[in-house]
Protein backbone atom coordinates (compact mmCIF):
# COMPACT_ATOMS: atom_id res chain seq x y z
CA UNK A 1 0.00 0.00 0.00
CA UNK A 2 1.21 3.41 -1.07
CA UNK A 3 2.49 5.69 1.63
CA UNK A 4 0.41 8.54 3.14
CA UNK A 5 2.31 11.20 0.12
CA UNK A 6 1.57 14.18 3.63
CA UNK A 7 4.44 11.69 5.48
CA UNK A 8 6.84 12.69 2.48
CA UNK A 9 6.91 16.65 4.14
CA UNK A 10 8.27 15.16 7.30
CA UNK A 11 11.54 13.78 5.52
CA UNK A 12 14.29 16.03 5.12
CA UNK A 13 16.55 15.12 2.15
CA UNK A 14 20.29 17.00 3.12
CA UNK A 15 21.26 18.60 -0.57
CA UNK A 16 24.91 16.69 -0.10
CA UNK A 17 23.77 13.56 0.04
CA UNK A 18 21.88 14.13 -3.02
CA UNK A 19 24.76 16.09 -4.43
CA UNK A 20 26.79 12.23 -3.67
CA UNK A 21 23.98 10.45 -5.33
CA UNK A 22 24.56 12.10 -8.55
CA UNK A 23 28.05 11.74 -8.27
CA UNK A 24 28.21 8.38 -7.85
CA UNK A 25 25.78 7.76 -10.75
CA UNK A 26 28.16 10.02 -13.25
CA UNK A 27 31.47 8.51 -11.58
CA UNK A 28 29.73 4.57 -12.35
CA UNK A 29 28.78 5.61 -15.59
CA UNK A 30 32.12 7.88 -16.74
CA UNK A 31 30.93 11.03 -17.77
CA UNK A 32 33.68 12.73 -17.45
CA UNK A 33 32.63 15.77 -18.40
CA UNK A 34 29.19 16.18 -16.50
CA UNK A 35 31.31 15.16 -13.72
CA UNK A 36 33.83 18.01 -13.87
CA UNK A 37 30.73 20.34 -14.27
CA UNK A 38 28.51 19.10 -11.25
CA UNK A 39 32.11 19.26 -8.92
CA UNK A 40 32.44 22.70 -9.97
CA UNK A 41 28.63 23.90 -9.84
CA UNK A 42 28.33 22.33 -6.30
CA UNK A 43 31.92 22.99 -5.12
CA UNK A 44 31.92 18.96 -4.25
CA UNK A 45 35.46 17.84 -4.22
CA UNK A 46 36.39 15.04 -5.86
CA UNK A 47 40.47 13.50 -6.07
CA UNK A 48 41.69 14.05 -9.95
CA UNK A 49 42.88 10.38 -10.01
CA UNK A 50 39.29 9.54 -10.03
CA UNK A 51 38.74 11.37 -12.91
CA UNK A 52 41.88 9.66 -14.80
CA UNK A 53 40.38 6.27 -13.96
CA UNK A 54 36.72 7.13 -15.41
CA UNK A 55 38.60 7.97 -18.24
CA UNK A 56 40.32 4.15 -18.67
CA UNK A 57 37.54 2.59 -17.60
CA UNK A 58 35.06 5.18 -20.61
CA UNK A 59 37.34 3.89 -23.25
CA UNK A 60 37.77 0.15 -22.23
CA UNK A 61 33.44 -0.07 -21.71
CA UNK A 62 33.12 1.79 -24.92
CA UNK A 63 35.54 -0.51 -26.63
CA UNK A 64 33.57 -3.47 -25.53
CA UNK A 65 30.05 -1.85 -26.52
CA UNK A 66 31.25 -0.90 -29.75
CA UNK A 67 32.12 -4.78 -29.80
CA UNK A 68 36.21 -4.50 -30.31
CA UNK A 69 36.53 -6.99 -27.97
CA UNK A 70 40.37 -7.51 -28.12
CA UNK A 71 41.01 -3.73 -27.42
CA UNK A 72 39.01 -4.26 -24.36
CA UNK A 73 40.74 -6.90 -23.20
CA UNK A 74 44.00 -5.34 -23.67
CA UNK A 75 43.13 -2.00 -21.76
CA UNK A 76 41.68 -4.07 -18.87
CA UNK A 77 44.94 -5.88 -18.55
CA UNK A 78 46.43 -2.57 -18.13
CA UNK A 79 43.99 -1.31 -15.75
CA UNK A 80 43.01 -4.17 -14.12
CA UNK A 81 45.92 -7.32 -14.16
CA UNK A 82 44.85 -10.41 -13.39
CA UNK A 83 40.92 -9.29 -13.35
CA UNK A 84 40.04 -11.38 -16.55
CA UNK A 85 42.31 -14.45 -14.89
CA UNK A 86 39.76 -14.36 -11.99
CA UNK A 87 36.78 -13.74 -13.61
CA UNK A 88 36.56 -16.05 -16.34
CA UNK A 89 32.69 -15.62 -17.29
CA UNK A 90 33.99 -12.07 -17.81
CA UNK A 91 36.78 -12.86 -19.67
CA UNK A 92 34.73 -15.62 -22.17
CA UNK A 93 32.13 -12.61 -22.65
CA UNK A 94 34.88 -10.30 -24.05
CA UNK A 95 36.19 -13.10 -26.35
CA UNK A 96 33.09 -13.92 -27.28
CA UNK A 97 31.57 -10.38 -28.98
CA UNK A 98 35.05 -10.21 -30.90
CA UNK A 99 33.63 -14.31 -32.39
CA UNK A 100 30.08 -12.36 -32.93
CA UNK A 101 31.98 -9.23 -34.57
CA UNK A 102 34.03 -11.69 -37.13
CA UNK A 103 30.46 -13.44 -37.71
CA UNK A 104 29.18 -10.21 -38.67
CA UNK A 105 31.52 -9.67 -41.07
CA UNK A 106 31.32 -12.67 -42.43
CA UNK A 107 34.64 -13.55 -41.66
CA UNK A 108 33.35 -17.39 -41.12
CA UNK A 109 37.08 -18.92 -41.61
CA UNK A 110 38.56 -16.55 -39.02
CA UNK A 111 35.86 -16.74 -37.13
CA UNK A 112 36.28 -20.28 -36.52
CA UNK A 113 39.70 -20.39 -35.66
CA UNK A 114 39.55 -17.64 -33.29
CA UNK A 115 36.95 -20.12 -31.73
CA UNK A 116 39.29 -23.13 -31.85
CA UNK A 117 42.24 -21.33 -30.10
CA UNK A 118 40.36 -18.88 -27.80
CA UNK A 119 37.12 -20.67 -27.17
CA UNK A 120 37.70 -23.71 -27.15
CA UNK A 121 39.07 -24.08 -24.27
CA UNK A 122 36.44 -23.18 -22.16
CA UNK A 123 34.12 -25.99 -23.48
CA UNK A 124 36.63 -28.12 -20.77
CA UNK A 125 34.14 -26.20 -17.77
CA UNK A 126 30.29 -27.56 -18.61
CA UNK A 127 28.43 -24.24 -17.78
CA UNK A 128 30.11 -22.90 -20.87
CA UNK A 129 29.31 -26.03 -23.55
CA UNK A 130 25.46 -24.86 -24.33
CA UNK A 131 27.02 -21.16 -24.69
CA UNK A 132 29.57 -22.47 -27.09
CA UNK A 133 26.89 -24.34 -29.15
CA UNK A 134 24.79 -21.12 -29.07
CA UNK A 135 27.47 -19.31 -30.96
CA UNK A 136 29.16 -21.67 -33.03
CA UNK A 137 26.02 -22.33 -34.35
CA UNK A 138 25.81 -18.46 -35.87
CA UNK A 139 28.36 -19.93 -38.34
CA UNK A 140 25.60 -21.84 -40.52
CA UNK A 141 23.64 -19.11 -40.95
CA UNK A 142 24.35 -17.00 -43.93
CA UNK A 143 22.35 -14.11 -42.43
CA UNK A 144 23.38 -14.88 -38.79
CA UNK A 145 20.83 -11.64 -37.54
CA UNK A 146 17.93 -13.94 -38.52
CA UNK A 147 19.06 -16.96 -36.58
CA UNK A 148 17.27 -17.92 -33.27
CA UNK A 149 20.69 -16.73 -31.80
CA UNK A 150 20.10 -13.41 -33.00
CA UNK A 151 20.17 -11.59 -29.55
CA UNK A 152 23.96 -12.72 -28.96
CA UNK A 153 24.84 -9.83 -32.05
CA UNK A 154 22.67 -7.66 -30.41
CA UNK A 155 23.25 -4.08 -28.77
CA UNK A 156 21.46 -5.15 -25.76
CA UNK A 157 24.38 -7.88 -25.40
CA UNK A 158 27.20 -5.69 -25.89
CA UNK A 159 25.46 -3.51 -23.60
CA UNK A 160 24.86 -6.63 -20.85
CA UNK A 161 29.01 -7.06 -21.28
CA UNK A 162 30.58 -3.51 -21.12
CA UNK A 163 28.03 -2.85 -17.83
CA UNK A 164 29.35 -6.28 -16.72
CA UNK A 165 32.98 -5.43 -17.38
CA UNK A 166 32.54 -1.92 -15.65
CA UNK A 167 31.26 -2.97 -12.62
CA UNK A 168 34.28 -5.53 -12.21
CA UNK A 169 36.67 -3.27 -12.85
CA UNK A 170 35.54 -0.88 -10.38
CA UNK A 171 35.12 -3.79 -7.50
CA UNK A 172 38.88 -4.46 -8.31
CA UNK A 173 39.37 -1.10 -7.19
CA UNK A 174 37.50 -1.76 -4.29
CA UNK A 175 34.55 0.73 -5.31
CA UNK A 176 31.20 -0.25 -5.69
CA UNK A 177 30.11 -1.89 -8.41
CA UNK A 178 26.82 -0.55 -8.86
CA UNK A 179 25.81 3.39 -8.20
CA UNK A 180 24.45 5.13 -4.87
CA UNK A 181 21.07 5.20 -7.37
CA UNK A 182 21.40 2.38 -8.64
CA UNK A 183 21.58 0.47 -5.12
CA UNK A 184 18.95 3.18 -3.55
CA UNK A 185 16.89 2.35 -6.55
CA UNK A 186 16.99 -1.64 -5.66
CA UNK A 187 16.71 -1.66 -1.86
CA UNK A 188 13.19 0.97 -2.69
CA UNK A 189 11.63 -1.67 -5.12
CA UNK A 190 12.10 -4.21 -2.59
CA UNK A 191 10.90 -2.63 0.23
CA UNK A 192 7.87 -1.40 -1.71
CA UNK A 193 7.03 -5.16 -3.18
CA UNK A 194 7.42 -6.25 -0.32
CA UNK A 195 5.14 -3.79 1.76
CA UNK A 196 2.46 -4.63 -1.21
CA UNK A 197 2.33 -8.09 -1.24
CA UNK A 198 0.14 -8.39 2.26
CA UNK A 199 -2.45 -6.15 0.26
CA UNK A 200 -2.52 -7.46 -3.30
CA UNK A 201 -5.38 -9.90 -2.49
CA UNK A 202 -7.43 -7.16 -1.28
CA UNK A 203 -6.98 -5.28 -4.85
CA UNK A 204 -4.07 -3.89 -4.48
CA UNK A 205 -1.36 -3.84 -7.45
CA UNK A 206 2.00 -5.23 -6.84
CA UNK A 207 4.33 -2.58 -6.81
CA UNK A 208 5.99 -1.92 -10.27
CA UNK A 209 8.92 1.20 -10.72
CA UNK A 210 7.93 2.21 -13.80
CA UNK A 211 4.66 2.34 -12.91
CA UNK A 212 5.77 4.65 -9.92
CA UNK A 213 7.93 6.92 -12.00
CA UNK A 214 5.48 7.46 -13.90
CA UNK A 215 2.69 8.62 -11.42
Do not use: W
Not at 14 to 31: A, Q
Not at 43 to 72: C, P, S, T, V, Y
Not at 135 to 159: C, G, I, T, V
Not at 170 to 176: H, K, M, S, V
Amino acid sequence: MDADPRQYENIVVNDNDIHNVVLSYLVHNCYNETVESFISCTGMKQLANHLEDMEKRKRIFHFALDGNALKAIELTEELAPELLDRNKDLHFDLLSLHFVKLVCSRKCTEALEFAQTKLTPFGMVQKYVEKLEDFMALLAYEEPEKSPMFHLLSLDYRQHVADSLNRAILANANQPSYSAMERLIQQTTVVRQSLNQDHVKDGVLPFALKDFLKS
